[in-house]
């Protein structure tokens, strides 16, 4: 069996706010699949980030599909205004949301893929219920809130009950991921990976991107499906 293919998704939290439609064009150009956008309400996590009105202003410039991921409370209220704004990909916290059926019920309506998120400290016995519902499962490997922390590798076996319980949609790890870290995450069953810093860090973007997907690539496990 091949391995599924390696999507890089660079995280814009780390770019240049003020050059942020260059920097877009320009990591699309280094080879980025998709957009990691990451949104924070200020209450579910300590910070407060990006809202609708930037989703749709990145979409009027973006080449590649936008993975946006809402760590926000509620998430069933606003996950359609994101959708409408852009997001193709929609990934919420199971931790944040009141009623997670719901929240992928809208996001489906609304034309986008549901995704949900898991937090370092959450069991992944909390997303088993809504494996056959979701297109992607994100592990974060990193408390969410803030960019450039240290990966928790103690997270990868999330990943590895994912692939056992014979989940089959995609598999995304976010949080302290670099040339260190990314071979442990593929090896553990991630295809998808968000890098903030270790992207935009670099001092060439072509050159880190392409790293990361080739050792990637030889530390990938085998597709399920």
Do not use: C
């Amino acid at each position: 069996m091949e391995a599924r293919p390696v999507r890089i998704a660079p995280s814009l939290l780390s770019a240049d706010f003020v050059r942020l439609a260059e920097q877009v064009a320009a990591v699309e150009e280094a080879g980025a699949d998709w957009l990691h956008v990451d949104v924070m309400d200020g209450h579910f996590v300590p910070n407060l980030t990006l809202g609708p009105p930037i989703v749709k202003a990145l979409r009027a410039v973006a080449r590649r599909p936008l993975d946006v991921h809402i760590m926000i409370e509620r998430p069933e209220e606003w996950v359609e205004r994101y959708v409408e704004a852009g997001a193709e990909v929609l990934t919420f916290h199971v931790e944040a949301a009141a009623d997670p059926s719901a929240a992928i019920d809208k996001i489906v309506a609304a034309g986008a893929r549901p995704a949900m998120a898991l937090n370092p400290a959450t069991p992944v016995e909390h997303v088993l219920p809504f494996l056959d519902r979701l297109s992607m499962v994100l592990v974060m490997s990193v408390h969410p809130g803030f960019g450039g922390q240290k990966f928790m590798p103690e997270v990868l076996v999330k990943l590895e009950r994912l692939r056992e319980a014979g989940y089959s949609g995609d598999l995304e790890i976010d949080g302290g991921i670099g040339p260190e870290t990314i071979e442990s995450a593929a090896r553990a069953g991630a295809h998808v990976f968000v890098s903030g810093t270790g992207v935009f860090g670099a001092p060439d973007w072509k050159a880190r991107i392409a790293d990361l997907r080739a050792r990637a690539r030889g530390a990938a496990v085998p597709s399920a499906s």
